[in-house]
């Protein structure tokens, strides 16, 4: 996984503050349904596209690339193991992009954001500006070394919003243009006549648009997978994103910050 100058990973911390309406201004259309067959129906509108790049094609795998406002969606914990970061009261985006070997997704700040909130804090605390602008051009963090990524991290969270953050997105396999992005198992779930646990499935692609769609589907069975064939969907659920001006997970350097004073 490449580096990104300042930031790795981001350890659970409060999520930004922003209105209801704008938590949910992307999410266009939620479909949510009860399906008792041995496999889920896509609604209209989320046809999942294939990719250009023909070794994603060749593995039925979707092109993700695009930033979308996630960090407030019910689904987003399905999507990335961390909270999104501690922002200081700014906008955060996730951007997927394909990396050197696989899919890639990364919270950003919006650049003009920081640049703006660069020149505020500048002139209003200097002492704090020049604290927050040596760690966020910071740029010799070790990937092996998770402790001090995580201190790293914390420090900068004290006085300022972050870098680009790697989200943690780990893809897993694919098919029909959709990709599984996570898995998880709700052990003894109780109903009036039995007890049986839930497989949960958390499958990502993109439309024609560009838009993010996600689908999410539990499966009434065991603690393994079952066949295809076998397998007894329960609940499935369909979001889409629309996507915005595409934020590039970028550090910023020392020519793009004002000097310190």
Not at 46 to 56: E, I, Q, R, W
Not at 86 to 100: A, D, E, I, M, S
Not at 152 to 176: I, T
Not at 186 to 197: L, P, S
Request: charged share 20%; glycine share 4%; net charge positive.
């Amino acid at each position: 996984m490449t580096l990104i100058a300042t930031m790795y990973r981001q350890p659970r911390q409060k999520s930004v503050s922003l209105s209801v309406l704008a938590r949910f201004r992307c999410a266009t259309a939620v479909f949510a349904m009860v399906i008792l067959g041995a496999c889920s129906n896509t609604p209209s509108g989320f046809d999942a596209v294939p990719a250009n790049d023909p070794v994603l094609r060749q593995n039925e795998c979707p092109e993700l690339a695009g930033t979308f406002d996630l960090a407030f969606s019910p689904r987003i914990r399905d999507i990335d193991p961390y909270e999104p970061p501690n922002t200081h009261g700014l906008p955060v985006v996730l951007t997927f992009k394909q990396g050197p070997t696989q899919t890639e997704a990364w919270w950003v700040v919006p650049r003009q954001s920081l640049l703006s909130f660069a020149r505020a804090l500048r002139a209003d605390s200097p002492d704090r500006y020049a604290r927050w602008r040596e760690l966020i051009l910071n740029k010799h963090l070790s990937q092996r070394v998770r402790p001090d990524v995580d201190a790293y991290l914390a420090d900068v969270a004290v006085v300022g919003p972050p870098g680009p953050v790697n989200a943690g997105f780990q893809p897993r396999r694919c098919r029909d243009n959709w990709m599984l992005a996570s898995t998880s198992i709700e052990f003894a779930v109780a109903t009036a006549d039995r007890t049986y646990n839930l497989r949960h499935e958390t499958w990502l692609a993109h439309d024609k648009f560009g838009a993010l769609l996600v689908k999410h589907l539990a499966f009434r069975g065991g603690s393994v997978p079952f066949p295809d064939a076998l397998r007894r969907v329960r609940i499935a659920e369909f979001t889409r994103f629309e996507p915005m001006p595409f934020e590039t997970p970028t550090a910023l350097v020392a020519t793009d910050l004002p000097a310190k004073n």
